[in-house]
Structures are given as C-alpha cells and as structure tokens.
C-alpha cells in the first residue's frame, strides 16, 4: 500500500498518510464484508503529509488498533461501527484516533494493556515517533505526534 502511494503521488520523499491509512484499512473491510451489515468503518481522514519514516509506523499502529477494535470490540460478531480519524490537532501535532461502538474496555483493562504485546508495540511505535498513545474513554484510542520528526535538524519539535 506504501508503495503504491508513494508511485501515484509522483513524491518518493512525503506520503499524504490520509491515502496510505486508507490502503493499511481497505483490506480489513474486504474481510468484513465476507459478513455485511456487521461492523463498518467510518473514515475521517485529513491530509497529512508526512515523510516515509513516518508513514510506516503510522500504518503499523493503525493496523494494530483497527484489527484489536475488530476482534475485542465486537468478540460476538455483534453490529457496530469502528472510527477511524486522522487530524491535525495543532499546527504540527497529528492525532490518530481509532473508536468503536463495541462492548468497550473490560474493568481489568489496565492490567490487560500491560500483557498485550500489540499494544505495547503500539506505544513503542508512537513514542519512536516523538508522540505518545493515549486510552480515552470508553474504546477510544489516540495516537498523537509530531508531524515532522523532532530528532531531525530543522525539523519541527514536539
């Protein structure tokens, strides 16, 4: 998906991550569709334009997220949505945010968090990125980062 954003921009340096988050997403909702009428997603996704360092964790994060909404949020095959936003919070803060309409987060969460692999990698990754990842209120989780890498020269810092 990298790649071929990278090839329809004509751009090998920047990627809009608003159309690379769309191809990390479009395979989920083919295999959903296997079921329709189960669970949706709703893109809101802001042109972003960020370097390739960048997308790459971006996209890694996303996946993780979407697929953990997908498989937590809904463990019954229930109905519901899971939301997707990609924003510019500040000039050069950038928020990811993944909801869903699910069961929501278990009472345990806090210790569960501290075992899940995928969410650590997640943190990790947001953190490589000079950003943090938050949990919200009921299943909302946002990763925020700077839009240019804090630890380049001339960059913008966090």
Known sequence: ALHETLYRSGDFSR?????YLSGVVR??????MATPGLVSFALDLEPVS??????IPCGLVLNELASN?????????????????????????VTLRV???????????????????????ASDLARQLGGRLEIGPGSTFEMLFPAASPFRPGAASA
């Open 15 to 19: 990627v809009n991550l608003a159309d």
């Open 27 to 32: 395979p989920m909702t083919r295999v959903i």
């Open 50 to 55: 960020v370097d390739m360092e960048r997308a």
């Open 69 to 93: 909404a997908l498989k937590h949020g809904f463990p019954d095959g229930g109905e519901g949505t899971v939301w997707i936003a990609l924003h510019h919070s500040e000039p050069d803060l």
């Open 99 to 121: 909801r869903d309409s699910g069961v929501g987060l278990p009472d345990d969460w806090n210790t569960r968090m501290g075992r899940s692999l995928g969410l650590q990698i």
